[in-house]
């Protein structure tokens, strides 16, 4: 049936009671529940319902969780999920219950009490839920629903960076899905009213959220069962802690049940290894299953109220959790529970026969780490910012199409991406994202993924919308030039590879970048424009094109008369630093300023000379394509000593760098689902 988004509208709790609840939605999170009940003469074979809230929602049916939502678009998109409840339905009485956050939209820095995530955007309006389906009863009116702001949810933002603040539950007070139990009418129930009513007034105006049909899969959810996890008691006024072992990295909605310990305080660590230190008291990750140093990490802190199972609001990142506990007068019971492991649903198709098993764990480790790095979008790493930037975006985007047949995932992020269209002519770098950011180069990447996905589908109406966006791109950089005729840096933040030299002071970029003339963005930039030169005919735009074409032209002949250095073989970053790096050679090479014996040339001092700024594995796709071009694609079989070194220390996901890595899962550090899929293994 056709998507009608008219049907739709907001629940909200009724005037005054968010305000005598002492909550207010423009300046902190309000933690709200909704419930909704209704009756069956027969438990279904299929019951299909529509579900959307702001700012964020969990589902419960019949007491169990089987959503979370919604899935993350731009700030005036409500998308609507559809999903079968059938299997949680029974005779009689029926309840749905969703607990809501919402989140202002202009959060107090360093106040926890309004710091929500920052891929999602806030609704200072307050919570809502949106519900349809056939219940015999009506969901769209305010009387069929009770709410019931949560007093006992609070908020703390140690040790985060992004993620916005983690749960400070006391159980005493909080609700735990209060409309399971029996007293549904009684009198601290409140009641709900209408939200916003209208999508447009009949003039085009928008006075609410725009509802859309979610455009991507629901998340794949499987308990699991943490190994070797036991029942435990703590005496009453005592203390325990303990260390749970996933056996390998997840991403999941991790449970903990309570018997009896009223009042005790329960501190969960969530992470993704342990932490040791060298002899000069600097912290470093080792073998990842080996128990012998710390944990730190998010955290989640809960006050425990009587007998209940414990579940984080939002999906936490681990292969460890540290449980503290600190008992009262009563004794507390840990009962275990299995998690919940929920990430988007990529099929591995196509998986080559491989014969050699070292080969093969590369593989699987990479697909593993892909698919933690996919979850509403893509993200560059799950466990601190869980943004969808766009240099991660496009690798994840390949390495997608090299091992799997999903076409729906790098679709939405091709759309997403091009919805963060700036005023500036960029998009952003990362999107969908509170806080607006700007790398330029990030926008670059996107214009690739456009040919990418061309390339790989041969799709190029899906691609047509979405050509005057990369236009837009190429022309702003462009119209900002040196005297000398090379592009000038945009401004904002140069970053383009963690790499140590880089790294180590601030920039994540050369010198050049801030001397004003850089052979590696005038480099990329080709590259990148290149990309769209080679689509625009497709769109009847070859004049275009043939311009396009002539002003690379101009840029790649002032940088080899700007920055080739004959003596070395090599470009140097910019005419005006000796600094020299792999990643200028790479893009020299993939630009097409350096081909043939010259290319060869470049790339084997790019491999032997160790003094030059070495590419992290964000570049390494990079690295292979520029040897690959230069007729050199054997030598990368010796490259893979640094995914192997993290194999050896038994990783089950690969890092974000190759040294002293942030994150243990960064799927721009896949790079073995395309290069083994080319090798037909």
Known sequence: ???????????????????????????????????????????????????????????????????????????????????????????????????????????????????????????????????????????????????????????????????????????????????????????????????????????????????????????????????????????????????????????????????????????????????????????????????????????????????????????????????????????????????VETMYPLKNTKKPVFTDPKKEKLYDVAFRTLRLCAHDTYEDCPYYEQLMYACDTRLEMLFTYAATDELDLPRQGIRLFAQSMMTTGLTQSRFPSRDEQTIPAFALWFVMMLEDYVNRTGDAEFVRPFIPTAERIVETFLSKRTESGLLAPQGYWDYFDWTREWSNRGACSPNAARDGESALQNLFFVYAAKSLIRLLPRYSRGDLAAYYGSECEKLLRLVEERCWDEEKGLYKEGPFTEEYSQHAQIYAVLSGLAAGEKARAIMEKTLADKSLVQCSFMQGYYLFRALEAAGMYEKTADLWQPWQDFIDLHCTTFPETPYDPRSDCHAWSALPLSEFARDGQ
């Open 1 to 339: 049936m056709p998507f009608r988004p008219e049907k739709y509208h907001f629940i909200a709790p009724a005037p005054g009671v968010l305000a005598d609840a002492g909550l207010d939605p423009a300046r902190e999170i309000c933690p709200v529940w909704f419930g909704f009940r209704f009756s069956l003469d027969s438990r279904p074979a299929a019951f299909p319902v529509e579900v959307t809230g702001k700012s964020q929602f969990k589902l419960f049916v019949n007491g169990k969780s089987v959503l979370f939502g919604p899935c993350r678009s731009m700030r005036e998109i409500a998308y609507v999920d559809t999903l079968d409840i059938s299997a949680e339905l029974k005779e009689g009485e029926n309840r749905l219950v969703f607990q809501v956050f919402s989140y202002p939209e202009k959060p107090v820095p360093e106040d926890p009490r309004s710091q929500g995530p920052n891929y999602c955007y806030g609704d200072s309006d307050g919570p809502g839920v949106c519900l349809a389906g056939e219940f015999g009863v009506d969901p769209g009116d305010p009387a069929n629903w009770r709410v019931w702001p949560d007093a006992g949810q609070g908020f703390n933002a140690e040790d985060l960076f992004l993620l916005g603040a983690n749960e400070d539950t006391d159980g005493a007070k909080a609700l735990e899905n209060p409309f399971f139990k029996p007293d549904w009418d009684e009198g601290s129930m409140k009641p709900a009213g209408y939200g916003s009513f209208m999508q447009y007034t009949p003039w085009g105006e928008r006075k609410s959220k725009r509802f859309e049909p979610r455009p991507i899969a629901l998340l794949e959810r499987a308990e699991r069962r943490i190994p070797g996890w036991t029942e435990r008691t703590v005496p009453a006024n005592g203390r325990d802690s303990f260390v749970l072992d996933a056996g390998e990295l997840t991403t999941a909605y991790f449970r903990i049940g309570f018997s009896g310990g009223k009042g005790s305080r329960v501190t969960l660590t969530y992470a993704e290894s342990y932490y040791r230190k060298d002899e000069n008291g600097r912290e470093y990750k080792g073998v990842r299953d080996d128990a012998s140093g710390t944990i730190h990490g998010v955290r989640d802190y809960y006050t425990v109220g009587g007998d209940t199972v414990y579940e984080p609001f939002r999906f936490r990142t681990f292969r460890f959790v540290k449980v503290d506990i600190e008992t009262k007068d009563e004794a507390l019971t840990v009962l275990p529970q299995p998690s």
